[in-house]
């Protein structure tokens, strides 16, 4: 059964701590994708990758780091540095050539204790 | 800023009516261009994408776009109540990587 799945569906984070957040997928697709969703608010891209060992800054850099080192796997690093960072998060894929749609996983979503 | 804009709503329509759902953007270089469903607490779910200048029908979905106007909407037939989510249109910039951008939401609303 395809899909993208990411872990966990809740999580907190304590001041000054760095937490990651997993997005794997078995699509076999090329690209992947993170986003960060506010109340109200559109799809903001943080991070995004075209193919394993490269990735590009979206909108919204500041504050996460992310790896690729396998195709199936895209993890999120919200930082210290990320002093907002309560938000729903999306992960995404596709194949990566042309305009083709974009699939996410079920979210995660993060808030500060 | 390339930027989507939406019609925040909510846009509340009876049982059975036609919905119809609207978009703008400012990227005139645009080629691809997606509707997503989003219900309370979920995440976006991919109803209908469009390519070409028209009409393309998928069930009670329509999804419309004119380039020249840079406009894509979407209508929904038979309108029910499961239907009541936050709808997403989201544009493939004319850029080099496959990044989309994101409106802010329609609130559809289909009340018995």
């Known amino acids: 059964d395809g899909g993208i799945t990411q872990s966990p569906k809740y999580l907190f984070r304590k001041e000054g701590q760095n937490v990651t957040l997993s997005c794997e997928q078995n699509?076999?697709?090329?690209?992947m994708y993170w986003y960060r969703q506010d109340p109200g608010q559109g799809l903001r891209l943080i991070y995004y990758?075209?193919?394993?060992?490269?990735?590009q800054k979206g909108d919204i850099a500041e504050g996460y780091s992310v790896s690729r080192e396998k195709k199936e796997s895209f993890p999120l690093t919200v930082t210290s540095a990320q002093k907002n960072p309560t938000a729903f998060y999306l992960c995404?894929?596709?194949?990566?050539?042309?305009?083709?749609?974009?699939?996410f996983g079920d979210g995660t979503r993060l808030s500060i204790l | 800023q390339k930027e989507v804009e939406q019609n925040s709503g909510p846009l509340s329509v009876p049982e059975g009516a036609i919905a119809s759902l609207n978009c703008t953007y400012s990227?005139?270089?645009?080629?691809?261009f997606f509707w997503y469903r989003q219900y309370s607490g979920k995440s976006p779910e991919l109803i209908m994408f469009?390519?070409?200048?028209g009409d393309k029908e998928d069930g009670r979905f329509t999804a419309q776009l004119n380039k020249a106007s840079q406009y894509v909407s979407l209508l929904i037939r038979d309108s029910q109540p499961s239907d009541s989510a936050t709808y997403l249109c989201?544009?493939?910039?004319?850029?080099?990587?496959?990044?989309?951008?994101f409106g802010a939401g329609t609130r559809l609303a289909v009340h018995p």
């Open positions: 990227d005139r270089g645009s080629q691809s």
């Open positions: 995404a894929s596709n194949p990566g050539q042309g305009g083709q749609p974009q699939h």
């Open positions: 990758s075209q193919i394993v060992n490269d990735f």
């Open positions: 989201a544009v493939k910039n004319s850029g080099g990587y496959n990044k989309l951008i």
């Open positions: 469009i390519y070409s200048n």
């Open positions: 699509l076999n697709h090329d690209a």
